[in-house]
């Protein structure tokens, strides 16, 4: 079992940064995949980037260039950078680990990108 604590998440104005942490309850070294998902008001929750045990990482199209996605296993912790924000970035984020066959979330963290 795995549970996943969010947090760095804010108002932010357009054009700002924010990075977001997910820190894990066990070793990440060994869970196969790990990710970062968002939910705005009204839409169904979305892939934003992942990264596997061995480092791979997948951006969706809106994001790539923008963000970046790190992990440090050393700290059981994943990292969400997030450059030249936009209103369109406003969303829930949630982290998500895929251990053993199974899908865990974190409870999410608010991010809010207006003037």
């Known amino acids: 079992q795995v549970q996943l604590v969010e947090s760095g998440g804010g108002l932010v104005q357009p054009g700002g940064s924010l990075r977001l942490s997910c820190a894990a309850s066990r070793s990440i070294a060994g869970i196969n995949a790990m990710g970062w998902y968002r939910q705005a008001p009204g839409k169904q929750r979305e892939l934003v980037a992942s990264i596997r045990s061995g480092g791979s990482t997948n951006y969706d199209s809106s994001v790539k260039g923008r963000f970046t996605i790190s992990r440090d296993n050393a700290k059981n912790t994943v990292y969400l950078q997030m450059n030249s924000l936009k209103p369109e970035d406003t969303a829930v984020y949630y982290c998500?680990?895929?251990?053993?066959?199974?899908?865990?979330w974190g409870q999410g963290t608010q991010v809010t990108v207006s003037s």
């Open positions: 998500n680990a895929n251990f053993m066959l199974r899908n865990y």
